[in-house]
């Protein structure tokens, strides 16, 4: 077997070996050519320092990195890691990072990130093998809207045309890199942005994605969302919609999330390795 950058290989061999690595998976997983190159393109996903597993001409395993800036750090965010199940427990996780490290930090990128479901306890184990540690806790949540009508003098806009500065004062935690400006950024032309204001102040947003329905942004004024959350979420269209990566710590999220019914389907770690332990 090989160990080379993906650089040179179709997205379309990713995509269907991605969806072979994941057919077993924790949740179920059928990700499409399009869904996969808008939301890595977004990412930032570098192919050259990304890398595959391949025995003979078959990609069987493959490690794509996202190049970008964490904070003020520059890191190597792991996209999606898989190995097809006729390949595992062989070490090609650790054998991917071997060689993707030496190229990183060559590349001048010392740290890489990645997000790990938190009751997959064989891959914690094995990114902890490698050298990750657990920083943060995520919750997700999913949730059909059926819509609910309030009564509220609270204005309501909806716009396709904003700027994420006009929510920096309303951040109840610290995005997930996914979710941070410069990410979503590139596919802006498919997000919508739901504010609330009270007179001219704006006291409350989200931001989804208007075909998949995924909520990748939303705050409250003061992270009081027992006055603003009902009235924000009164505001969103009919639909299946999933918010990501909420922090475990911003506990008036969750309890409000709670008190809406929303299903907290599952909880991710956050977890970074810093490439100068490898030394």
Known sequence: MEIKSLAHTPISTIVSTLNHAFSDYFVPINFTEEYVNERWVASGVDYTLSFGVFDKNELVGFLIHAINFYRETKVAYNASTGIIPKYRRQGLLTKLYEKAIAVLKEKGIQ?????????????????????????????????????IEVETEFEIETKTDFKFSDFSLLQNYLPSIENQDHFLEKYKHNLIALSIFDTKERVAYLIFHKTSKRIHRLGVKNNNWEKYGTV?????????????NIDSENQNMHKFFKKMNFDNYIDQYDMSFDFAKYD
Do not use: M
């Open 232 to 244: 924000l979420f009164s505001g969103l269209p009919n639909g299946n919609y999933n918010i990501i």
């Open 111 to 147: 740290k890489s990130t990645l997000e790990c479901i938190t009751n997959n306890e064989r891959a914690i184990a094995a990114y902890q093998k490698v050298g990750f540690s657990i920083d943060k806790k995520y919750h997700l949540y999913k949730f059909e809207w059926k819509g």
